[in-house]
């Protein structure tokens, strides 16, 4: 099995679902959480799309879960025209209150008569309630029909670390559920009888004031189909047996996948995954095991999720098939029998580089995996002629060393550093670059810079002047970035490359080799992939080992033709410079942009709406005076002026072996310079100042 871009002339703004309309498999329909639709023909060769749908005026995004999440068709689309969307919009207060998203909304909306465009002034809202106000995530959320015509809609707990209001297991709300909905009778809907608590249809919980009342009058919610969920992000029905399949995002140790049942309690908050999530309240009385687990950090927001059923790929026939968006990991359950249980997980691709948002199948039952990045692709067999396994064992046999002498680069690789190193537990480290002939750097609107198919980055680790790794960060010749990496042998001759990763002592201390998915994990896709290669990190001179000629990189990568437009004139400050009164802020951003702001920026893969870039004001990074989202005491902040202590922005920094140590891979050790620098910058800030 591998993966192929299906449809490369094509791309996407943070696309989260791909779907068709019934009985239409002549295009595919794309949702992008900033509030639009794109359509475009089912044809490998397409290279355009149409708008079906434009509502970015009145979707809310600025949360970092929050925006058009779903869509489903009527099954009589055909003849009704009939579409579902689940969305967040802000909340309409007066006067306005500050950082006013979210309002869930459940719209039923009207097509024009070909079924090619959305009316947007057809909007009829059938659900409307609101987040909880000290957390802006875990909305869910799925739409789905099954075979009756009843519309299913997965809802998350709502946020907060450890679901702190029992939303979950609260079933006067429809928070942490999964509800089913008639969507073809009653006003705004109607009950399906069958539902756990159809008894209770007369009072709906359709809105904020209507769950007010339920729960004040000690009744159920009777759209309620299953409940006790944290966030379940994707679920499907099985095309051939009609089983419901549901992956729910865990909180800090467990993702999982759950066999949905009528009534049934998943669990969440008493649990995660099938394990004791506080062990003052661990009644497992009623509770329902999820049919597989997966520990953190080899998912860290599991995506679901399809069962197989193409004809292309005999292996996987069966099979429920699922991802991870931060890791990039894709895996199977080795059984999809719905009456097994604890079945167990294949490895498909422990590395696929892609941020897994959504998947998506054709009528023929084949399987597409929406990457958030912008791309869509196919689950294909694979092709012996061209299956290569990544690159060979040993170092010296990759191409980008002298075999003879390999901790020394290739001919051709260009060497360079950074201004604001990235810690790594202590190492010295050297970097190159390969590019392809022919091919230069592109540098986008932010200073990033976008390496094209094709290339290598190369980093030698050092510990004590003894090489213990080299790391290699391809750029695919299908587009996507894999990481791999090589463990140096004791005689220092050469490096066997690491499978899965581990952690050996290597110069009296614990060194982490990292996985493929690890290393995706920080190079993420919102931060351009290449951490270091932007052109404020390389805005500086170095001493070219081959000509010992000191020169700025920028102007020397310019004018030998390796970048494709004139580089800016951005520069980071070094952090572990000597501290400086009035440049103390400017190490200390810098520091955050390089070891944080790859995941805490603009669609990053957290679920914080941090934005720790150097380049943003410290009033608009979301940090200062902000009570922490996940955990914290009720005095903390993520960063508050004068008192690192209850920072935890620092606090978090300082921790190893702990669900909230940051950065939360790779390390082992904390870095006393860096948090030293960070206690420094917010004690010394007046405690008035956010700006």
């Known amino acids: 099995m591998s993966l192929e871009r299906a449809f490369p002339g094509v791309s996407f703004n943070q696309p989260v679902a791909m779907l068709q309309a019934p009985g239409d498999d002549s295009r595919w329909f794309v ?47 055909a003849e009704n025209g009939e579409v579902f969307l689940y969305y967040q919009v802000s909340e309409d207060t007066t006067p306005p209150i500050e950082d006013d998203c979210c309002v869930s909304q459940l719209v039923r909306y009207q097509t024009n008569a070909d079924g090619t465009a959305l009316d947007a002034d057809s909007a009829e809202v059938l659900l409307r309630y609101t987040a909880p106000y000290r957390s802006k995530n875990h909305f869910g959320g799925r739409l789905g029909f099954d075979d009756d015509g009843y519309l299913y809609l997965s809802i998350g707990d709502g946020g907060g670390a450890g679901d702190p209001d029992n939303r979950a297991q609260n079933t006067a709300n429809l928070w942490g559920s999964l509800i089913r909905i008639d969507v073809d009778s009653g006003s705004p809907y109607g009950i399906p009888a069958d539902n756990p608590f159809a008894d209770q249809s007369a009072f709906l919980c359709d809105s904020d004031t209507q769950m007010q009342q339920k729960q004040a009058a000690g009744g159920d919610c009777p759209e309620l189909y299953a409940w006790g969920l944290r966030n379940p992000w994707r679920w499907a029905f099985d095309s051939d047996t009609g089983v419901l399949w549901l992956a729910d995002v865990g909180q800090g140790a467990w993702e999982e996948v759950n066999r949905i049942e ?96 959504s998947f998506a199948q054709g009528p023929a039952g084949e399987v597409y995996l929406v990457d958030y990045g912008g791309g869509v692709h196919r689950v294909v067999a694979n092709d012996p002629e061209n299956e290569t396994g990544g690159p060979p064992a040993q170092l010296s046999d990759t191409g980008c060393v002298n075999p003879d002498a390999p901790w020394e680069p290739a001919e051709g690789l260009i060497p360079y550093r950074v201004n604001a190193p990235f810690w790594s537990d202590g190492a010295d480290k050297r970097r190159w670059l390969a590019l392809p002939n022919d091919q230069t750097i592109a540098i986008d609107e932010t200073g990033d810079w976008q390496l094209p198919p094709g290339s290598v980055v190369m980093k030698n680790f050092y510990r004590q002047e003894v090489l213990i790794e080299t790391r290699l960060f391809m750029h695919h010749t299908d587009g996507r970035w894999a990481g791999y990496t090589y463990a140096w042998n004791d005689d220092g001759t050469d490096a066997q490359r690491v499978h899965g990763g581990r952690v050996e002592t290597r110069q009296g201390q614990a060194w982490i080799y990292p996985t493929g998915s690890e290393c995706l994990q920080c190079h993420t896709a919102a931060a351009g992939r290449t951490l270091g290669l932007e052109t404020a990190q390389l805005n500086g001179t170095f001493l070219y080992p081959g000509t010992g000629r000191r020169a700025n990189q920028l102007v020397t990568l310019h004018a030998i033709e390796v970048l494709d437009s004139e580089p800016g004139t951005e520069r980071l400050p070094d952090p572990y410079a000597d501290l400086q009164a009035d440049r103390l802020a400017d190490q200390a951003r810098a520091y955050l942009h390089t070891n944080c702001a790859q995941c805490h920026r603009p669609q990053g893969p957290t ?57 939360p891979i790779g390390s082992h050790r904390v870095d006393q310079e860096g948090e030293a620098l960070l206690r420094e910058w917010i004690n010394a800030m007046a405690s008035d100042r956010c700006d």
């Open 607 to 663: 679920n914080l709406n941090m934005d720790l870039r150097y380049k943003t004001a410290l009033g608009a990074m979301t940090i200062c005076n902000v009570a922490p989202q996940n955990g914290g005491s009720p005095e903390e902040r993520r960063l508050l002026p004068g008192d690192a202590n209850a920072s935890v922005l620092v606090t978090r920094m300082s921790l190893r072996n702990h669900a909230d140590q940051m950065p």
């Open 262 to 357: 009528r009534g049934g309690n998943y669990g969440w908050d008493i649990r995660e995954g099938a394990h004791c999530y506080s062990a003052s309240n661990c009644d497992t009385s009623g509770l329902i095991d999820p049919v597989a687990e997966v520990p953190q950090p080899d998912f860290r927001s599991i995506t679901g999720g399809v069962v197989y059923r193409g004809s292309a790929i005999a292996s996987l026939q069966g099979k429920y098939l699922f991802g991870d968006y931060v890791t990039g990991r894709f895996y199977a359950l080795a059984d999809s029998d719905p009456e097994q249980a604890g079945l167990e997980i294949e490895v498909l691709d422990d590395s696929t580089g892609l941020g897994i948002a």
């Open 31 to 77: 949702v992008e959480q900033p509030g639009r639709i794109q359509m475009f023909a089912n044809d490998p060769a397409v290279s355009s799309t149409n708008v079906f749908a434009d509502l970015r005026e009145r979707v809310d995004d600025s949360a970092a879960e929050s925006g058009l999440l779903s869509m489903a068709f009527h099954p009589d689309f």
